[in-house]
């Protein structure tokens, strides 16, 4: 089974951008693509986007086309997921996790996860 | 974008006993439907997929079924550990999550 260990926490200023790393071990990097799902403090999960080395973009939600980036380093079979202007309402653990490949797209069910990266949004 | 209710918002069961999680989509996801078990300061775990087909190693005290619009989640025998917040997940059209819904074993 894949396993991910995520980048550590983060303490950021309003205004800025963040960026934060998810390496997977064990499988094929190509069989299987990364996403990435967020929790506020107390809240519900939201799904920010994910990516795959075979598909030639990464998959984003709606709520943050423009301000996030996605991508992958096959070399280090590592994610990042990049977000600009960041406010306090960035302010979440964010969780990589693998999802499967379907007919030229992800199919978005999460298995396994990683620990979690807890992101901080102050001034 | 496909919006996912989950009822009741909280549960609370005797040891032993069955709860039954109910999920409604706000249009038809077919069986594309995933459900997950997120305890105290943990990642959330994949219980349930396609509806009604358990991850590797969830015990069979767990069951999915519906497709369309409304699904259930049933967990038999409920043990301490099954304390946690379920949540339902739609992956039709890019992925949302239902709001929670938070189980107490009494």
């Known amino acids: 089974q894949v396993q991910l260990m995520q980048s550590g926490a983060e303490v950021i200023r309003p205004g800025s951008s963040v960026k934060v790393s998810c390496t997977a071990s064990?499988?094929?990097?190509?069989?299987?693509?990364l996403s990435w799902v967020r929790q506020a403090p107390g809240q519900g999960l939201e799904w920010v986007g994910g990516?795959?080395?075979?598909?030639?973009?990464?998959d984003y939600a709606q709520k943050f086309q423009g301000r996030v980036t996605i991508t992958a380093d096959e070399s280090t079979t590592t994610a990042y997921l990049e977000l600009d202007t960041v406010t306090s309402e960035d302010t979440a653990v964010y969780y990589c996790?693998?999802?499967?490949?379907?007919?030229?797209?992800?199919?978005?069910?999460?298995?396994?996860w990683g620990h979690g990266t807890p992101v901080t949004v102050s001034s | 974008e496909t919006v996912m209710t989950q009822s009741p918002a909280t549960l609370s069961v005797s040891p032993g006993e069955r709860a039954t999680l109910y999920c409604r989509a706000s249009?038809?996801?077919?069986?594309?439907l995933a459900w997950y078990q997120q305890r105290p300061g943990q990642a959330p775990r994949l219980l349930i997929y396609?509806?009604?087909s358990r991850a590797t190693g969830i015990p069979a005290r767990f069951s999915g079924s519906g497709s369309g619009t409304d699904f259930s989640l049933t967990i038999t025998s409920l043990q301490s550990d099954d304390s946690a917040v379920y949540y339902c997940?739609?992956?039709?059209?890019?992925?949302?999550f239902g709001q929670g819904t938070r189980v107490e074993i009494k």
């Open positions: 064990g499988g094929s990097f190509r069989t299987y693509g």
């Open positions: 996790a693998t999802v499967n490949l379907g007919l030229g797209e992800l199919v978005h069910w999460f298995h396994p």
């Open positions: 249009q038809r996801i077919s069986t594309n």
């Open positions: 396609a509806a009604s």
């Open positions: 997940q739609q992956y039709n059209t890019g992925a949302t």
């Open positions: 990516i795959s080395p075979l598909f030639e973009k990464p």
